[in-house]
């Protein structure tokens, strides 16, 4: 019995550490998108009811916060790119011949693990853009101001408690605690 427990192969943990970029992003992204959106869609609406300059105002906030999400993450995710290959470069340096080429290798997997700016700044701007469509979905059917109101406020609620609990799903982080906050 013994013998068959150890020729099963070793099942390797996943690491949710690797996914904490990305991830990261997306949630930033999704609530940025809600949290602006619906607010500059609420402080027009606050002053003119007419649903079209709601609209507008919504869908221009999606597309500059996207671009700006996008940009902003880029430029982050970047510069910690920068600092993490200078800091293996300086350790390679400060190795022996031996050591170097056994830190070849490692650097081979540690590769896997850099930070990728394009995927950061690709997922910030689309969990931007998902996000902000939340509030516009909701407002564009209704043409009552207040039930309009109304229902921006509890799709922007609903959504963040859906985005917090998906987020805590991808991270295998505690359910709960992530949709409530």
Same mark, same amino acid.
């Given at each position: 019995?013994?013998?068959?427990?150890?020729?099963?192969?070793?099942?390797?943990?996943?690491?949710?550490?690797?996914?904490?970029?990305?991830?990261?992003?997306?949630?930033?992204?999704?609530?940025?998108?809600?949290?602006?959106?619906?607010?500059?869609?609420?402080?027009?609406?606050?002053?003119? #009811?007419?649903?079209?300059?709601?609209?507008?105002?919504?869908?221009?906030?999606?597309?500059?916060?996207?671009?700006?999400?996008?940009?902003?993450?880029?430029?982050?995710?970047?510069?910690?790119?920068?600092?993490?290959?200078?800091?293996?470069?300086?350790?390679?340096?400060?190795?022996?011949?031996?050591?170097?080429?056994?830190? #070849?290798?490692? #650097?081979? #997997?540690?590769?896997?693990?850099?930070?990728?700016?394009?995927?950061?700044?690709?997922?910030?701007?689309?969990?931007?853009?998902?996000?902000?469509?939340?509030?516009?979905?909701?407002?564009?059917?209704?043409?009552?101001?207040?039930?309009?109101?109304?229902?921006?406020?509890?799709?922007?609620?609903?959504?963040?408690?859906?985005?917090?609990?998906?987020?805590?799903?991808?991270?295998?982080?505690?359910?709960?605690?992530?949709?409530?906050?």
């Amino acid at each position: 019995m013994e013998r068959q427990m150890n020729l099963e192969p070793q099942k390797k943990e996943f690491d949710y550490s690797k996914r904490s970029q990305w991830l990261r992003a997306a949630v930033l992204g999704a609530n940025d998108g809600l949290v602006s959106t619906a607010s500059l869609m609420m402080g027009v609406g606050a002053v003119k #009811e007419d649903i079209k300059a709601m609209i507008i105002t919504g869908f221009a906030g999606l597309v500059a916060g996207a671009c700006s999400m996008a940009i902003g993450e880029f430029v982050s995710v970047y510069s910690q790119l920068d600092i993490e290959v200078g800091q293996m470069k300086r350790e390679k340096r400060r190795e022996d011949a031996f050591e170097a080429t056994k830190l #070849e290798v490692q #650097e081979e #997997e540690n590769d896997e693990s850099l930070p990728s700016p394009v995927q950061a700044a690709a997922a910030s701007a689309l969990a931007f853009s998902l996000g902000a469509m939340v509030p516009l979905l909701a407002a564009s059917f209704i043409k009552a101001y207040k039930v309009r109101i109304g229902v921006v406020v509890a799709a922007v609620t609903l959504a963040l408690m859906v985005f917090g609990w998906l987020g805590a799903v991808l991270g295998r982080a505690p359910v709960v605690r992530s949709a409530a906050r």
